[in-house]
């Protein structure tokens, strides 16, 4: 499809749709080959983040504002992609890529971004956040002996004497003889004693484990870019 310098100005943001019509993405970016002829775009799909999948102009159409490719949305959602406001030209290996996956025979050399017109390369710093490994200390059990005191109880039993007057009678008189002397009788007193001893028995186990946990650590940093500043001449000001 050839465009005017007109037409390409106004792709950028339209809307790209498959074959049938359903709606692909926008226009994000611009590729020209060699010549300045408008060979690729990139169309922001909103499912890979920053990045934007490539699709070729051969066999597009341009009406009503939209931008149709002869693709359907799978296979453009699939092709290769560049990262968000991309700045340098396409590399070989890219192309190489671009045209294996649509099946289309290679004719075009590496190319540049913004065909027609004078540019420049505008580059800024990008943050680039990882994490590293390293030891944090080092967490050990250790086994000690610490000496508590117990407090319980324990029921024992001890014989009491006691007296018991039985006066005699007619029925037990015959075992009863009168004999006054001095005499005495006795009977074996017993009483129980606590006695404590110790045995060893174990209680528990206790291992030692570690979890892994993600927290959200902030990072603050600076980073420099290019900023591009155009100077018209007056007459050559766009006027709105």
Do not use: F
């Not at 019509?21 to 890979?48: L, N, R, Y």
């Not at 159409?61 to 560049?82: C, F, H, I, W």
């Not at 070989?92 to 671009?98: I, K, N, P, V």
């Not at 009678?169 to 006054?180: M, V």
């Amino acid at each position: 499809m050839r465009l005017t310098e007109q037409q390409v100005s106004s792709l950028y943001g339209q809307d790209v749709q498959d074959r049938s019509g359903a709606k692909i993405g926008t226009v994000g970016q611009i590729w020209a080959d060699p010549a300045g002829e408008p060979t690729w775009v990139s169309v922001k799909t909103g499912v890979m983040g920053h990045h934007e999948s490539m699709a070729p102009l051969a066999g597009a159409g341009l009406a009503e504002n939209r931008l149709q490719v002869p693709y359907d949305k799978a296979t453009v959602r699939s092709a290769p992609a560049v990262e968000s406001g991309a700045e340098t030209p396409l590399g070989a290996d890219q192309l190489a890529q671009l045209y294996r996956h649509y099946q289309l025979q290679q004719t075009e050399q590496p190319s540049a971004r913004q065909p027609g017109s004078p540019e420049l390369t505008r580059s800024e710093e990008r943050l680039r956040v990882g994490t590293q490994s390293e030891p944090a200390g080092t967490a050990r059990l250790s086994k000690h002996v610490v000496t508590e005191n117990v407090h319980t109880t324990v029921p024992v039993e001890h014989d009491e004497a006691r007296v018991v007057h039985e006066p005699i009678t007619a029925a037990n008189r015959g075992n009863a003889r009168p004999d006054i002397r001095d005499d005495q009788r006795e009977v074996e007193l017993r009483a129980e004693r606590p006695v404590v001893s110790k045995e060893q028995v174990p209680v528990e186990r206790v291992r030692l484990g570690k979890d892994e946990v993600v927290e959200e650590e902030p990072i603050d940093a600076q980073v420099r870019r290019e900023r591009v500043d155009v100077d018209l001449p007056e007459p050559a000001r766009r006027r709105r």
